[in-house]
């Protein structure tokens, strides 16, 4: 099996779940077979391409462009389709990032294929390639399969394969290939113009030690002094999941999760969060999670250290007291 | 300014699902609009409040879809196009798309919207693959729109508290983040008004479409846990006891 897998820089600098997505595809050519090669695209790029040349794969594709300079999704899909046309691969693999969610279905599509997005993990079973995602916000897991020929395109989510597996090239240095693709001004439809950030954070969630989060359990925008309450007695920050902060009941800066803040303190107390995987991507590095949820399905449990199935309008003033008490 | 908005109804959020094969069951649950779509559709009601011209509400799916259909039509939508399909949950994204961008092509629009991604499959990838059927330009996770002299600036999010603005000509596709704006309700009025708006009904037979899947369900199944969770019981105040306990004497962290 041919794998490629399209690597993600980020203004100069490696996007890390491109690392993510070589281990698995490392793990799939170990369980199917086969050659691992990692596709890089840009302009000026030589010097990430040697970088990457010292992994584990069997050669870099090293596509170089002026209209590649910024990232478009119709100058990516343009210049993939060729690269793919040409190195003819079983299987193309992409972390699952902001990024690929804007090319990649597109990319799979102008060649007829279809894309399984976001998966967490593959089985080989008895010799089919089956893919592992979440459902229903992460209620459930689904066991995908491609149907029809190749070449398959699919993502894996960050944090799905740990990044520091990636071996090095054993023989020190893969080949690194480059390939000409024809691309054209009037091909690339959209203008990206400048990137920014919002005016600066008052907060920073990153180095806070203890986090208490809210979700959408908290209901109503005056119910979430109970919550500051008890982040206030045990001295942490006050978090939320999208929704809460989609509402305006906490400003954006306070968000968790894949648009929002990743963070991993010593504790994190998630309060009527449900555990989407949007959410959990930002929180799963935290040391001690506690969950706080009525649903005891809530996939939030299935990442927890400890869980409480109850109410979380009884639990935040019997914590808050309980915590006092000791003070 | 003519905007097809496609909006999907999902399960209810608080609903208890109970897995059948590779769907749920259907039987015992209610539906809603799919929230990102709703963003989609408050953020077309916007522009055309703006701008003028009209909001077609589009969704595929059973008969219950037509109820969100109606919603959209009872917040401002003018009028619905409902592709009824039983079978819905078994097309791939791409046979969704495809079906989906087989009756927006019988329209003459500006602009197609959809929320980023349904909160039932989760795929997220209707936008960008109708942008690829219909070729027409696209961007996602957009959380401002600003239509001038025939183009439109946008501003995308990116990831870690990035943003970048990008220009895109007009007809497009956008697929836009939940957050941009504030949802409005339906009033009276409105579901009054929408009892005379007309919703289209199509099929994927009458539109032509004939679909090859790309990938295949096997099967749903609740996932298993990669932690072992201890759960605490009691009354609130012996959980909280409790929880205190283990935090400062078992984990250590406060």
Known sequence: ???????????????????????????????KGGTVSAVLLGNGVNALADELATKNVAEVLLVQHGLLESYTPDGYCVALKQVIENAKPDLVLFPHTYQVRDFAPKLAAMLGKGMIGDCVGFRDEGGKLVFVRQMFQGKTAADVTFAGAGPWFASFQSGAFRADLLAAHPGGKAPVNAINVQLNANDIRTTPLELFKEAKSSVDLTQAPLIVAIGRGIKAPENIAQAESLAKAIGAEIAASRPICDEGWLPMERQIGSSGQTVAPKLYLALGISGAIQHVVGMKGARTIVAVNKDQNAPIFEIADYGVVGDIFEIMPALTEELQKGK | MNIIVCVKQVPAKDAPLSIAGNWIRESD????????????????????????????ALSLGPERVKQTIKEALAKGADRGIHIADGNFAELDPLGAAKVLAAAIGKEKCDMVLTGLQSDDHGFGQTGVLLAALLNLPHATIIMQIEVQDGKMKLKRELEAGWFQFVECPLPAVLSIQSGINRVRYATLKGIMAAK???????????????IEPTQKIEKIYVPQKTKKTEFLTGTPKEVAAKLVEKLKFEARVI
């Open chain 1, 1 to 31: 099996m041919k794998i490629l897998v399209v690597t993600e820089r980020r203004q100069g600098k490696w996007n890390n779940t491109s690392f993510e997505t070589l281990v698995a595809a490392q793990q799939v050519a170990g369980a």
């Open chain 2, 196 to 210: 005379k708006k007309e919703i289209a009904t199509m099929t994927r037979e009458s539109l032509g479409v004939s």
């Open chain 2, 29 to 56: 649950i209610g539906f809603e609009m799919n929230e990102p779509d709703s963003y989609a559709l408050e953020e077309a009601l916007r522009l055309k409040e703006k701008h003028g011209g009209e909001v077609i």
